[in-house]
């Protein structure tokens, strides 16, 4: 519940930026090349804070970085209603971006560590679900307030991403350490008192079956893996690329397509996902 209550807020996060954008670009009359780096703020962040936060939750522990993810949501979200110009905007993105990276280096791991094998494939494919429920909400949300009206409701659909990220930081708080990480880092006692706590009290984890090799991005590349390596990169670049370059800027597409509402028709697309 966790674990998929943070990829609801990073879909949503990144969601709420299409209709955002779409009303905050006449009003503080940015030019194109501001608007490509604001609505590609958080994935230029999230590119970076994965490669950073998977490297240091291997080494502090996934708890912490769990539980400071929510934190920098809420915290980031808030602070998107004082903005007074573009570059504070990207700033704040950029950093809710490196958070939402933080949040995909450990809420998978973390997620995986504890569950056992038969249950571990199905509920690690329903993470990818949920985020899409996030990024729709998004869109329902950004529509609803934008009917509202008002000078500065684009602030405020922004700073919506706060109000999911408070109620899953409130379930957060109090979350055990992953039990796999502990073993690894010889913390034994520790790690079989959460699988008694959490999975079963005859339940043990198997040290055999940790491991406590390192293992260096090179890994990637080498004979063996380079094959599945660029097909696994390749996919994702094959669909992140045409999703976030037409759903980032979907009213202005629809508008420039001379389609009525182009607010209404962009909930209308999202909620095909």
Not at 10 to 16: A, K, L, R
Not at 31 to 42: F, K, R
Not at 48 to 58: A, P, R, T, Y
Not at 78 to 85: A, D, E, K, P, S
Request: charged content about 15%.
């Amino acid at each position: 519940l966790v674990t998929t209550g943070g990829e609801f807020c990073d879909g949503y996060i990144i969601g709420v930026i299409g209709i955002a954008l779409a009303l905050l670009t006449p009003q503080m009359q940015i030019n194109a090349l501001w608007q490509g780096l604001i609505g590609s703020s958080a994935l230029i962040g999230i590119f970076i804070g994965s490669l950073i936060f998977g490297w240091v939750s291997d080494r502090i522990g996934r708890r912490k970085i769990f539980t400071l993810t929510l934190w920098f949501f809420v915290l980031a979200s808030i602070l998107q209603l004082f903005v007074t110009n573009e570059s504070q905007l990207f700033i704040l993105r950029l950093a809710l971006g490196l958070s939402i990276g933080a949040e995909y280096a450990v809420g998978l791991p973390l997620l995986a560590e504890f569950l056992p094998k038969k249950r571990r494939g199905s509920l690690l494919a329903s993470l990818n679900a949920v985020w899409t429920v996030g990024y729709v909400a998004a869109i329902c949300v950004g529509y609803i307030l934008q009917t509202i009206g008002g000078e500065d409701i684009w602030k405020w659909i922004l700073a919506s991403s706060a109000v999911p990220a408070v109620i899953v930081l409130l379930f957060r708080i109090g979350m055990p350490e992953s039990p796999r990480w502990l073993m690894k880092h010889g913390r034994k006692e520790e790690a079989q008192e959460i699988v008694a706590k959490y999975v079963g009290e005859n339940v043990i984890i198997e040290e055999e079956s940790i491991g406590n090799s390192r293992v260096s991005y090179k890994e990637l590349f080498k004979k063996g893996m380079l094959k599945t390596t660029l097909f696994g990169g390749l996919f994702w670049f094959c669909q992140v690329l045409p999703f976030f370059s037409i759903s980032t800027f979907q009213p202005q597409i629809l508008q420039g397509l001379n389609i009525s509402n182009e607010f209404a028709g962009t909930l209308f697309l999202n909620l095909f996902q």
